[in-house]
């Protein structure tokens, strides 16, 4: 009997043989297994052989699954369905999920108040989303010999959203550039929840109008006919 080589045994375990879907039908291949019906009842250890015959005869499939039970556990079920609703779950969780996105916004230490208020329009938006933002300040020249004006613009930036927002990295300096980081206080999940519900709210409000405005119409008049017009 020969060894396999080494890299025949590392493909083995990297799981390249290793169907990720169950055995299913006549895919098992066991002398018996452990049955469990449509409705999650315990049938119990039956013959393989039966066990496709049952299948069969409720127009269900046989799938395994919990492979290395003794026997193997099987149930009977609509293969095809569950793989469906397996797939929408899935696809419903990854849109759900929340991912907390980090912005940046760069500043100059002798920012004009109207680009003030942009950028910190920027920054509320971010915070509103349920996003870290990186707030960057940039010197140049003889403004790097000056880090009291940088510090001094963060501080004021932190408290003109602080209902939005907490400094989550204290001002630091690196290089030329001094960062600090702003953290929402609300979760991603929360603010995707109340963007959607505002969303919803909005819709419902442009239905109600446009019913509301087809209602108060006024009613188109029939012309009146040739005989009206002559005894008039």
């Known amino acids: ?39 999650g009842e315990q049938v119990g250890i039956v013959p393989l052989a039966k066990a496709l015959e049952l299948a069969q005869e409720y127009d269900l499939d046989l799938v395994e699954v919990a492979a290395n039970a003794r026997p193997p556990v099987c149930k009977l079920m609509d293969y095809g369905k569950f793989k469906y609703e397996s797939a ?61 004006l940088g510090y001094r613009l963060l501080q004021r930036l932190a408290e ?11 001002p630091k300096q690196d290089g030329r550039n001094m960062i600090m980081v702003l953290g929402p206080h609300k979760k991603k999940t929360e603010a995707m929840a109340e963007a959607r519900e505002a969303q919803a709210a909005r819709k419902a409000e442009r239905q109600g109008g446009s019913s509301e405005a087809a209602a108060e119409a006024p009613e188109a008049t029939a012309p009146e006919t040739p005989a009206e017009n002559a005894e008039a």
């Not at 980090?102 to 500043?107: A, R």
């Open 160 to 170: 003109d959203v602080q209902e939005l927002g907490f400094i989550e990295s204290n």
């Open 88 to 148: 929408m779950k899935a696809r419903e969780a990854r849109k759900n999920q929340a991912h907390t996105v980090i912005k940046e916004m760069k500043l100059r230490p002798k920012i004009d108040p109207h680009d003030y208020d942009t950028k910190k329009g920027h920054v509320v938006r971010f915070l509103k989303q349920g996003d870290k933002v990186k707030i960057t300040i940039m010197f140049r020249g003889r403004e790097q010999s000056r880090p009291e």
């Open 1 to 39: 009997m020969t060894c396999p080589s080494a890299k025949a045994v590392a493909w083995c375990y990297r799981g390249g043989s290793i169907s990720a879907e169950p055995r299913i039908n006549e895919r098992i291949r066991v002398p018996e297994v452990r049955l469990v019906g449509p409705s």
